[in-house]
């Protein structure tokens, strides 16, 4: 079966769309990877987006308008990623649109809203759509994230040590993999990954060179020329999130401009280049902290903190090591998801691909002792294409592994 995934983060930068030939062999799913596509959000829409989500107030117009405008982003990536990626043969496009609220407290998600409706995709396309991924985890008693947390299992299952894969984007996540006979997977999100380094940047860094306003630190560069604010640091490590026990989930709800805002209030003005890389080592510091206690052999990381250098210099530094194992390095090795087959870029995307695949053949999306749900459960709602909806019958092996082809 050939899907496209699509995937827009908490960053809510782009549209990415990565499509996959997924075959079942035996009792392993074997994904052949076909390409990924990013689009981008137009400006307009993103902050209209921006404006939109927590601590903003907003009205059901505008969220009613939103979920169209981005619906019709989704369609306008859909359709171009089964023409470019799949030459127009694509069977299915897996949705999961943009998260705007995870309503979470007390350590429980009471609910989780993602929108872009999937019946602009399935016009677009004339293809099945499979989105709401999340909410049938929640209404099982999950997080309903980390949801990438099967994939991982699946993909790192049998890897020697105890495996953990690392996901950078707004938000931190990670799923531990140890021997089936030491115990559960585990799953969860450490805490802000780009999240408050980006609300640093639009906050205080200005323009670029070319006069654009600067939404990230590209390459690393503010980091790079700022110093650790001690005080700063230990203020922000002592947020209470970071304590709490797995499984967990956050999100912008909690890691946003305000929140940075508070912490910035006691102390004097602090340069843009300070406060960046002060963040930057947030990250590294809650990351290593969560890998930690797991006894880690290895992090695969992937999304888009793999582009930052100052970051993964500063995430090895944490985890003890200076490379990717071998030649002298000491601590756990960090390496990208490239390595084991699957572009960090397009790693989510990739795993809502395989997510809408285990939807569309009736098997359960979730592992419980990643997310906290009660059961596994299959994920999401299916919308019919053009051609009304014929569901594949259920294997009678479901999956336990994963395997990455790029040998073609």
């Known amino acids: ?18 499509a996959a030939d997924l075959d079942l062999e035996g009792d392993t799913l074997v994904l052949t990877p076909l390409g990924m596509i990013s689009t981008a959000y137009g400006d307009d829409l993103r ?15 505008t969220v009613c308008r939103l979920d169209t405008r981005i619906g019709r982003a989704f ?17 299915l496009m897996a949705s999961h649109g943009q998260t705007v609220y995870h309503w979470a407290g007390a350590g429980r998600v009471h609910g989780t ?13 004339g293809r099945p759509v ?40 707004g938000i931190g996540n990670l799923t531990v993999v140890p021997d089936a006979a030491a115990g559960e997977p585990l799953a969860f999100d450490t805490g802000p990954a780009n999240a408050l380094i980006d609300a ?3 906050e205080l860094a200005g323009s670029d060179a070319s006069g ?65 890389a002060t963040l930057t080592r947030l990250t590294a510091r809650t990351v290593a902290d969560a890998v930690r206690p797991y006894r880690a ?13 100052v970051l993964m210099r500063w995430l090895r530094e944490e985890l003890g090591g200076v490379g990717t194992g071998g030649g002298g390095d000491t601590g756990v090795p960090v390496r990208a998801s490239d390595e084991l087959g699957l572009p960090s870029g397009a790693k989510e995307a990739y795993a809502f691909a395989v997510l809408g695949w285990l939807t569309a053949h009736g098997l359960p999306g979730t592992v419980p002792s990643c997310t906290g749900a009660r059961h596994p459960r299959v994920l999401g709602s299916i919308t019919p294409g053009g051609a009304g909806l014929r569901l594949p019958e259920p294997p009678a092996t479901p999956p336990a592994r994963l395997t990455v082809r790029t040998d073609g």
């Open 47 to 61: 902050a209209a987006l921006s404006g939109a989500l927590p601590p903003s107030r907003t009205d059901l117009a």
């Open 297 to 309: 052999t290895e992090v695969i990381v992937s999304g888009g903190g793999t582009r930052n250098p």
């Open 130 to 169: 499979v989105s709401g991924f999340r909410t049938r985890d929640v209404a099982a008693g999950g997080q309903g994230a980390p949801l990438v947390s099967i994939v991982d299992v699946m993909w790192l299952r049998g890897r020697p040590g105890v495996p953990v894969a690392l996901n950078l984007g």
């Open 212 to 276: 654009a306003a600067r939404s990230m630190d590209a390459d690393g560069a503010l980091a790079a020329r700022g110093t650790v604010h001690e005080p700063l640091l230990r203020r922000l490590l002592e947020e209470p999130y970071y304590a709490l026990p797995a499984p967990k989930t956050t999100g912008k709800e909690l890691f946003h401009l305000p929140y940075l805002r508070a912490a910035l209030a006691p102390f004097g003005p602090l340069s843009a280049e300070d406060v960046v």
């Open 113 to 125: 809203l993602q929108i872009g409706e999937p019946a602009w995709i399935a016009e677009a396309t």
């Open 1 to 18: 079966m050939r899907v496209v995934g699509l995937m827009s983060g908490t960053s809510y930068d782009a549209i990415d769309a990565a």
């Open 200 to 202: 640093a940047v639009r």
């Open 75 to 91: 369609a306008a990536a859909a359709v171009r990623a089964d023409r470019e990626l799949c030459d127009g043969r694509a069977d």
